[in-house]
């Protein structure tokens, strides 16, 4: 079986630091586990303490369709994102017209197992819509 590099094949991988870029995502088919913030990693964390997964059986294989997003590439530990974060809502949205619309989602590009924490790479993934079309 041929490796598939999706960072070169599909646009929406192609995320870079200190970019924010707003996509076209199309519907795409993920593992999926719900979360937030200190929960997940907390989970990832008793998974590298344990090997166990806690939490396997919420994973989830779904689609998801996220349409017109703003994008960024986030490098570095998972605590250290709100900066990224709050220049992608608090300006790189507004100034292009845009709105939130949605969950925001991160992509995990690195294996949090063998991968030291200043060194992981996230897409950091916000759906948008045009701001008249907001109630």
């Known amino acids: 079986m041929d490796k ?9 991988f192609r995320a870079k630091q ?41 994973i989830r294989f779904d689609a998801l369709r996220e349409g ?23 300006d790189d949205v507004p100034e292009a017209g845009m709105a939130t619309a949605g969950k925001l989602h991160e992509i995990y590009l690195s294996d949090v197992r063998r991968t030291a924490p200043e060194k992981l790479r996230t897409i950091l993934r916000q759906p948008v819509a045009p701001q008249d079309r907001q109630g």
């Open 4 to 12: 598939i590099d999706f960072k070169r094949s599909l646009p929406s």
């Open 18 to 58: 200190g970019r924010f870029d707003l996509i076209e995502v199309p519907e795409s088919q993920y593992l999926m586990i719900d979360g937030q913030g200190g929960h997940v990693d907390g989970v990832m964390d008793t998974v590298r303490a344990k090997g166990s997964a806690p939490r396997l059986g919420e």
């Open 68 to 90: 017109t997003c703003v994008q960024t590439l986030h490098i570095g530990p998972f605590d250290d994102e709100g900066p990224a974060l709050e220049r992608m809502h608090t």
